[in-house]
């Protein structure tokens, strides 16, 4: 049972691991993407790339750092957004990616939605 524990752990380490910023693998499993918003206090998210291949549930982690303002990340495409996330705070959401193309990301705060913005490309 503790040797199960420990694999468990490590292999879940190494998968989180492995997913930041990577493209993942096809297949459902997925990267687990790192965003942070309002860096500095600036109106941007971090990195404004990303990219999964069809097929996998992608995670993506939001941390807000900025210190006066709420952020969020909404994917229309894929039907994903958090909630508005306050300074300081983090929350991740998954969503499966279904098709192959370039996709926006955006924040639906009033006014930041025409600054805060990114791509998600998938790959086949």
């Known amino acids: 049972m503790k040797k199960m524990a420990l694999a468990l752990v490590a292999a879940l ?4 691991l492995a997913g930041c910023g ?3 693998t096809a297949g459902g499993t997925g990267p687990t993407l790192e965003v942070v918003a309002g860096e500095n206090n600036a109106m941007a998210y971090n990195p404004t790339t990303l990219k999964a291949k069809v097929g996998d549930t992608v995670k993506v982690h939001l941390v807000n750092k900025d210190t006066t303002t709420a952020h969020t990340f909404v994917m229309t495409d894929f039907n994903a957004q958090t ?3 306050q300074p300081g705070k983090d929350e991740t959401i998954s969503f499966k990616v279904d098709k192959a193309g370039d996709f926006k990301y955006h924040c639906n705060i009033p006014g930041h939605e025409a600054i805060m913005t990114g791509t998600l ?3 086949p």
């Not at 380490?13 to 989180?16: A, E, Y």
């Open 13 to 16: 380490s190494l998968g989180v």
């Open 22 to 24: 990577s493209s993942g």
């Open 83 to 85: 909630k508005q996330v």
């Open 121 to 123: 490309t998938v790959t």
